[in-house]
């Protein structure tokens, strides 16, 4: 099952996993190769706690889930729609990302990383191994994207094996090192791998990880600790056009 409820402005219908969805299957398999990685780092990483991140295996169900959804949209009628996770604040009118321009057959929207983004190489994917590079995952520095913010084509996402992808990616990627275990992640690199094919670059001021140093203007920031600061910067750029 699901709770439903929509929002304003924008018309989208906002989804929380619980029950059943939790034990889907395809989302425990996430669940099992995101702690398989997680023992194996905490295997080789002799004591060196820095990147631990035992709450992911814990939060997959919930974390996939965002790749799960779309025949439950579709179902609802829905054939777009926008996920943003939780620790971004949007301020600008979501629309505008709404009416960004998708290829051909793409599922997924996703904004670009800017090369002053202090993240944008904290994964360093190895491009140089062959399932990486199987996926279209060829060019660090050309397809870094977050999935943090993701525009959605639901029948697109529904025609292709996309959660598929990521859990065969999964398979592979908890067992030898790929990027940078510093990183603390898992489904951000196993998602920005097995969906390169599928991904429609987009303006990046759409998921601004380090906003200040380097937009003018971000329409959505995307960084826990940022959130104030964000806030504060916008509302006085706000007051000096006034």
Same mark, same amino acid.
């Given at each position: 099952?699901?709770?439903?409820?929509?929002?304003?402005?924008?018309?989208?219908?906002?989804?929380?996993?619980?029950?059943?969805?939790?034990?889907?299957?395809?989302?425990?398999?996430?669940?099992?190769?995101?702690?398989?990685?997680?023992?194996?780092?905490?295997?080789? %990483?002799?004591?060196?706690?820095?990147?631990?991140?035992?709450?992911?295996?814990?939060?997959?169900?919930?974390?996939? #889930?965002? #790749?799960?959804?779309?025949?439950?949209? &579709?179902?609802?009628?829905?054939?777009?729609?926008?996920?943003?996770?939780?620790?971004?604040?949007?301020?600008?009118?979501? %629309?505008?990302?709404?009416?960004?321009?998708?290829?051909?057959?793409?599922?997924?929207?996703?904004?670009?990383?800017?090369?002053?983004?202090?993240?944008?190489?904290?994964?360093?994917?190895?491009?140089?191994?062959?399932?990486?590079?199987?996926?279209?995952?060829?060019? %660090? %520095?050309?397809?870094?994207?977050?999935?943090?913010?993701?525009?959605?084509?639901?029948?697109?996402?529904?025609?292709?094996? &996309?959660?598929?992808?990521?859990?065969?990616?999964?398979?592979?990627?908890?067992?030898?090192?790929?990027?940078?275990?510093?990183?603390?992640?898992?489904?951000?690199?196993?998602?920005? &791998?097995?969906?390169?094919?599928?991904?429609?670059?987009?303006?990046?001021?759409?998921?601004?990880?380090?906003?200040?140093?380097?937009?003018?203007?971000?329409?959505?920031?995307?960084?826990?600790?940022?959130?104030?600061?964000?806030?504060?910067?916008?509302?006085?750029?706000?007051?000096?056009?006034?």
């Amino acid at each position: 099952g699901f709770d439903a409820a929509a929002t304003v402005d924008v018309e989208l219908t906002v989804l929380h996993p619980v029950g059943d969805w939790l034990e889907h299957e395809e989302l425990r398999r996430a669940r099992a190769y995101t702690r398989a990685y997680l023992q194996r780092m905490q295997a080789e %990483q002799d004591g060196d706690t820095r990147g631990d991140r035992p709450d992911l295996a814990v939060y997959a169900p919930q974390n996939w #889930f965002r #790749f799960a959804a779309a025949s439950t949209l &579709v179902s609802l009628g829905i054939r777009k729609a926008v996920y943003l996770d939780t620790d971004t604040v949007a301020l600008a009118s979501l %629309q505008g990302l709404f009416a960004a321009r998708m290829r051909p057959g793409k599922a997924f929207g996703a904004a670009v990383r800017c090369l002053k983004d202090v993240y944008r190489n904290s994964e360093s994917i190895d491009t140089r191994d062959t399932d990486v590079r199987r996926h279209g995952f060829v060019d %660090q %520095q050309l397809q870094t994207a977050n999935a943090g913010v993701l525009l959605m084509d639901l029948a697109a996402i529904c025609r292709h094996p &996309v959660l598929g992808d990521m859990l065969d990616f999964a398979a592979v990627a908890s067992a030898k090192n790929l990027w940078n275990r510093l990183s603390g992640t898992f489904g951000q690199p196993v998602a920005e &791998v097995a969906l390169a094919r599928n991904i429609t670059l987009v303006d990046p001021r759409w998921n601004c990880r380090n906003p200040a140093s380097f937009f003018p203007h971000c329409f959505i920031v995307h960084r826990k600790k940022r959130m104030q600061e964000a806030l504060e910067w916008e509302a006085s750029l706000t007051s000096s056009a006034e």
